[in-house]
C-alpha cells in the first residue's frame, strides 16, 4: 500500500460559509474538487501525530464516495484511527458526540443539511474540531487561505473498505472502525432525559408522529421511540434515509412537512408531531392543533428543562442567535440566569457552552440544543419535549397557552426569498445599510424607528468580535425587523428577513400571526424595497 501524491491546482470558491462548504454535487464531482478541500482542511487543522478522525453524514448522494476518499487520505496525512458510521451515517449531533466521547481531534460531516439530494442536487463537507462543534472562524479562513494555494492531495492506492459491517479494517497505516451509528446516541440520551416517565406516559395513551423526512434521524428516531420508548411501530415515518430523501426536501418547515403539518390540524392528530432535517440537527414541533414556532420552543424548553434528569439542577444560561425572538431573554430573566445573543452559526454557541456560560442554546432555523453537544440537534428537543409532557401531563397546546399568559408572546415569522441573483441582493443590503443611519425617527404606518445598526458581536469568553452579521431595524414598542443574507444555500442568495412583534402577557396571545405582523411586513418593503431589488413580489418560504 502506498501513498500517492496527486498534483493539483485551486478551485475557486472552496470558502466555507456557516455550515461548511456546499455545492451541486456536479461541482463537488469534479477532479480534485472534494480532495482538494479534505487536503486543506488536513494542512491546517491542529492535531497529533495519529490523531483519531470521525467521518460520516446524512446519506445523501455521493456520501460514500467522498467518505471512501475521506478514509484513503487520512491515511495519507497520518491519522492513526478513523471512526466512521455504519453505512455512512453519522447525524450532525451523533457525530459531535462521537467526537466527544472518543477524544477524536476532529470530524468531517457530509451534509447539505436541510438541503435537497440527489445526482443533480446538493452536498456539502463541514469540519467539526475536537469539542464536537463547528470550526470557528480562525479555522475555516485558514482553510479556504490553504484552498486558493494548495498545490496536491495525498491519499492511500487502496479499494474500497466496506462500510456496511461493524468492524474494524486496515487502510496502510491507519485502523478504520466502522461503528453502530445510533448505539452511542441512544444511549447519550437515556442519560438526560426520564424514559420511565415517557413510557409510562405512553402506556397510558400519549401517541405521536415522528416525520424523519427519509433523512438522517430516521434509524435514531425508530431505535429511541419505538423500542426503548414504546411507542407503537410506525410512529416514525419516512424513516429509512434515502440518497435523494424521497425526492423531497428535508427541511422542517411547514412547506417541506405540510403532511404533517396537516394531520396535525385534523381530527385524526396525535398528541403530538415532530420531525428533523436532513443531517438530524434542526427540528420541528407541532401540537394537537397548535404549531409551535422554534423560537417558543426554546423559551418553552428552558423554562421546563429542570424537569429532565439531565437539567434538574437549572440551566447556567440561555444563548439565541440575534435573528431569533427574545422570547428565550424573558425565560432568562425569570431564572435570574444571563441570556446571550450571538450571530447565526451554532459555532458562535461553542465558547459560551465551553466556558460553563449556556447550557440551552437556539436558532430561529429550527436548531435547539444543550451542553450535551457541540451543535443543535433535533431528536435532543424532541425527547425533551416528550419528557416536559409526560411530567406536566399537559398537552402543547395547554403549555404554549400557560408560557405566553406568564411571559407575553412574540409573534414570529421569517420570510425567505431564494436564489436571487448574487447582485440583487448584495445590492439591497448595500442600499439598506446605507440607509440605516437615517432611519431613526422615520415612521411606517404606526411604526416608528427607535434603533437601526449592523449586528456586531463581541464574543464574552475570547474577546473576539463579528462584524456585519445582519441588519436590524428596531421600533419603539419592542417590534423589530432583522434582513440578513443567509449562507447555507448552494446557488444564488438567500434573503431573509425576520419579523417579531411582542405582545405582553394581558394583549391578545392567540392572534393570526399574518394578521399581528401585517404591519411589519409592509414596513419591511417600504424600508428595503424588496420588490425593486429583487422583482420578488412575496417570499418563496414563511415560517
Known sequence: MTAITHATTPYDGQKPGTSGLRKKVRVFAQQGYAENFVQAVFDVVERAPGSTLVVGG????????????VIRMAAANGYGRVLVGQGGILSTPAASHVIRKYGASGGLILSASHNPGGPDEDFGIKYNIANGGPAPEAVTEAIYARTQTIDRWVAEDTPDIDLDSIGTAKVGGLTVEVIDSVADYAALMET????????????????????AMSAVTGPYATEILERRLGFPAGTVRNGVPLEDFGGHHPDPNLVHAKDLYNLMMSPAAPDFGAASDGDGDRNLIIGRGRFITPSDSLAMLAANAHLAPGYAGGLKGIARSMPTSAAADRVAAALGIPAFETPTGW????????????????????????????????????????????????SVDALAREHWAKFGRNYYARHDYEALPTEAANALIADLTAALPTLPGQAFGPLTVAAADSFAYLDPVDGSTSANQGLRVLFEGGSRIVFRLSGTGTEGATLRVYLERYEPADGNLDADVGVMLADLIAAAEAIAGITRHTARTAPDVIT
Open 192 to 211: 438526560l432525559f426520564d424514559f420511565p416517565a415517557i413510557r409510562a406516559a405512553v402506556a397510558g395513551g400519549l401517541t405521536m408522529a415522528f416525520d
Open 347 to 394: 459555532k458562535f454557541f461553542g465558547n459560551l457552552l465551553d466556558a460553563g456560560m449556556a447550557t440551552i442554546c437556539g436558532e430561529e432555523s429550527a436548531g435547539t440544543g444543550s451542553d450535551h453537544v457541540r451543535e443543535k440537534d433535533g431528536l435532543w428537543a424532541v425527547l425533551l419535549w416528550l419528557n416536559i409532557l409526560a411530567v406536566r401531563g399537559v
Open 58 to 69: 446524512d446519506g445523501r448522494y455521493y456520501n460514500r464516495t467522498v467518505i471512501q476518499q
